[in-house]
Nanobody
């Protein structure tokens, strides 16, 4: 069984910073993709940033230059450093991973439970 657990959310003033972490644990053979999504009240879930194994990170236009995604492959962990936060960044942030538990024979999508980020003006 695989679990993704996020941490690091909270309340911050506009212009401040937060660092989110997501640890994947359980029966993991390999992780292909890890990413961060967010969902604000009344809105659809949207991708914020993502990174493929061995690839370059990609970002939503709304966070480019402010957010940085990184991975620690040895720890099966992905981070999201969020700087210059704006009230419109307020949302529940979810970690997502595409990984294999059976030596690469099959790959599945997993989600964390989400962590709330609230940016006050």
């Amino acid at each position: 069984q695989v679990q993704l657990v996020e941490s690091g959310g909270g309340l911050v003033q506009a212009g401040g910073s937060l660092r989110l972490s997501c640890v994947a644990s359980g029966s993991i053979f390999s992780i292909n993709f890890m990413g961060w999504y967010r969902q604000a009240p009344g809105k659809e879930r949207e991708v914020v940033a993502s990174i493929m194994t061995g690839g370059s990170p990609t970002y939503a236009d709304s966070v480019k230059g402010r957010f940085t995604i990184s991975r620690d492959n040895a720890k099966n962990t992905v981070y999201l450093q969020m700087n210059s936060l704006k009230p419109e960044d307020t949302a529940v942030y979810y970690c997502n991973a595409d990984l294999s538990s059976d030596y690469g024979n099959s790959w599945y999508d997993y989600w964390g439970q989400g962590t709330q980020v609230t940016v006050s003006s």
